[in-house]
């Protein structure tokens, strides 16, 4: 009986030291703070995907529904139709709606080259036909070059191709890129307009160019008249 107490005894003072000895190590207790907080991390992240993912899939049923009651109301799809599993086909945009896309042209400011980009890009990547595409052009047509587009009756059947090759030829009066170079190189910092506005002005000049970054960069700062400014 008293080796047993003797023994408990021992036991209860290793016990002792051992929750002291965890008490004082530091670096043990941070490694194990940083293992629960990376725990939870893991955790949390795992429960905010799962929420995304039904979330995800919550709006694509919402759309399916919303895409067939649009059909049944205009009698393209039965009353009862099965959601789809697969993923969601959008109907293209209206006109008017890819309209607010394009920007206006009318015909001034050498601007032409960036229109007709800026077409390019809605028609292919909303499939236009010819048919629609002439339609939105008229629809962004302004001043000269709607009286332009006008002009010719000819302008509303040819191949759009053919019609924005005639625009690029009536309107495209780019000056030559050793006068573009020359007005960027002159362009300075007025002391009546903001740095924004002279900023914006080299950075236009540089675009038409093809100036890499590092050579903006030096020739906006050339372009300060005052050289503390400069640093």
């Known amino acids: 009986m008293e080796d047993y107490e003797k023994d408990q005894q021992a036991d209860n003072e290793d016990y002792k030291e051992d929750v002291a000895s965890t008490q004082n190590d530091p670096v043990g207790n941070e490694v194990t703070a940083q293992s629960d907080s990376v725990g939870s991390v893991v955790t949390g992240l795992s429960r905010n995907l799962e929420r995304v993912r039904r979330e995800n899939e919550l709006m694509r049923r919402q759309l399916e529904d919303l895409r067939l009651e649009r059909g049944r109301a205009v009698g ?37 080259c960036n229109w007709r980009k800026q077409l390019e890009l809605i028609r292919v990547t909303y499939n236009l036909d010819d048919n629609h595409t002439r339609i939105l052009i008229g629809m962004k047509l302004k001043q000269k070059a709607l009286k332009w587009f006008h002009a010719k009756p000819e302008h ?76």
């Open 76 to 112: 393209n799809v039965p009353a009862v139709a099965s959601v789809s599993s697969g993923p969601v086909t959008m109907s293209r945009p209206s006109i008017t709606a890819l309209g607010e896309l394009l920007s206006e042209f009318s015909g001034a400011d050498n601007t032409v």
């Open 156 to 231: 509303l059947e040819m191949p759009v191709a053919e019609l924005i090759d005639c625009m690029r030829r009536m309107f495209d009066h780019r000056p030559a890129k050793i006068e573009l170079r020359r007005k960027f190189e002159k362009r300075s910092w007025r002391n009546d307009e903001s740095f924004s506005d002279y900023y914006y002005d080299k950075v236009i000049f540089a675009s038409k160019l093809s100036i890499d970054e590092d050579e903006l960069i030096d020739c906006v700062i050339n372009g300060i008249p005052e050289i503390p400014l400069r640093n």
